[in-house]
């Protein structure tokens, strides 16, 4: 498992802005009025786990494999990844860092926060993954968001830095359908789509997604496309085990 399994892991956000109005009356007073509410369905839980099929695809090559990804909720993120029935790797993604193991190199990487949110300009943490994961709301609301609709979707918009972010909510099952990431300056951007929701526990999950990564390199534009389809999505409150080690011999990138 190589670098491009990184871009599965990233946050996405969805935020909204509030408009508000100053109305001057005889005696000055500025009056604002509430802000929109759009209560988006997210899926709450205390243990989650699937099974899924997903297609990794850079300007090189492309990898099919088959992932198994089990979440306890704001603490540990675990996957592994097979190919053809034989273990090709492993994640680990908690709190501190992200931790990646090929077992077919026999090497491991591990990726700091920091070292993320500086390379792709955008605050990155767990709480950014596992909502990015699940299709939920990636940051809460702030007083400068902005919520608009339009026909049956709602757009919520955020500016975070450099990057601006559009996510797109079905105005009938206020799901998450889609989010756009673009960088000012740069032609990097990042665009998700979640689709065939399903129900899981007392909610819907979306059992297919695409990503597409765009990002600017030394040898030009590059594209990242990950695609992801899940057989199997389970929420609950029974306990799931996270074993995670790195042998000795692998090597550290």
Avoid: H
């Avoid at 009938?172 to 979640?194: D, G, H, P, Q, R």
């Amino acid at each position: 498992m190589n670098r491009p399994i990184i871009f599965l892991l990233i946050g996405l956000c969805i935020v909204t802005m509030s408009c508000s109005k100053k109305i001057t009356t005889t005696t000055s007073t500025t009056i604002t009025p509430p802000r929109p509410t759009l209560a988006i369905e997210e899926i709450d839980f205390e243990y989650f786990q699937g099974k899924a099929r997903m297609i990794l695809r850079d300007s090189k090559k492309e990898r099919e494999v088959k992932a198994n990804i089990r979440v306890r909720k704001d603490s540990v993120i675990w996957m592994t990844f097979s190919v053809i029935g034989v273990q090709g790797g492993k994640a680990l993604i908690n709190k501190d860092s992200i931790t990646i193991v090929s077992n077919v190199d026999k090497e491991y990487y591990v990726f700091e926060y920091s070292e993320l949110t500086k390379r792709y300009n955008f605050p990155i943490n767990y709480s950014v993954i596992q909502n990015a994961l699940l299709g939920n709301l990636i940051q809460e609301r702030k007083d400068d968001d902005s919520i608009v609709q339009e026909s049956s979707v709602f757009l919520l918009k955020q500016q975070s830095g450099t990057v601006s972010v559009t996510n797109f909510v079905n105005a009938a099952s206020m799901k998450i359908e889609k989010v756009e990431m673009k960088e000012e300056n740069t032609s990097n951007s990042l665009v998700m789509n979640y689709s065939n929701f399903q129900p899981v526990g007392d909610k819907v999950f979306p059992y297919n997604g695409t990503i597409n990564l765009f990002y600017k390199a030394l040898s030009g534009l590059l594209n990242t496309t990950i695609i992801f389809e899940y057989n199997k999505a389970e929420v609950g409150d029974k306990e799931l085990k996270f074993p995670f080690n790195i042998p000795k011999r692998y090597e550290r990138r």
